[in-house]
């Protein structure tokens, strides 16, 4: 199994920056994916950025050229820097792990991941 904690996540002003962490722990192994995902009431779950093997990259186009995801391989550390925030970026913002043994492409397809954090609340105070 895997555990996922996130943390990092708050009230913020609009054009605000946040930085979310997600530390990983557990059966973990070097060949996986690891995505950033969130969620609001009436709306479906929507993966914003994914990362996998050899540092390959992925983001949605609500947060392409606003956010940028980093690993921390060596402590399995998932980050997520949001900058030029705004009222529609609040949100329950969840950390996920796609357990895939092997390689791994990022994706943002949320019924692939198979572990989740319990989610970091983010709210912009437009």
């Known amino acids: 199994q895997v555990h996922l904690v996130e943390s990092g996540g708050g009230s913020v002003q609009d054009g605000g920056s946040l930085r979310l962490s997600c530390a990983a722990s557990g059966d973990t192994d070097s060949r996986y994916c690891m995505g950033w995902f969130r969620q609001v009431p009436g709306k479906e779950r929507e993966g914003i950025a994914s990362t996998g093997n050899y540092g390959r990259i992925r983001y949605s186009d609500s947060v392409k050229g606003r956010f940028t995801l980093s690993k921390d391989s060596v402590t399995d550390t998932l980050y997520l820097q949001m900058n030029n925030l705004t009222a529609e970026d609040t949100a329950m913002y969840y950390c996920?792990?796609?357990?895939?043994?092997?390689?791994?492409?990022?994706?943002?397809?949320?019924?692939?991941?198979?572990?989740w954090g319990q989610g970091t609340r983010v709210t912009v105070a437009s």
């Open positions: 996920a792990w796609d357990g895939t043994r092997g390689y791994c492409e990022p994706h943002l397809d949320g019924s692939r991941y198979d572990y």
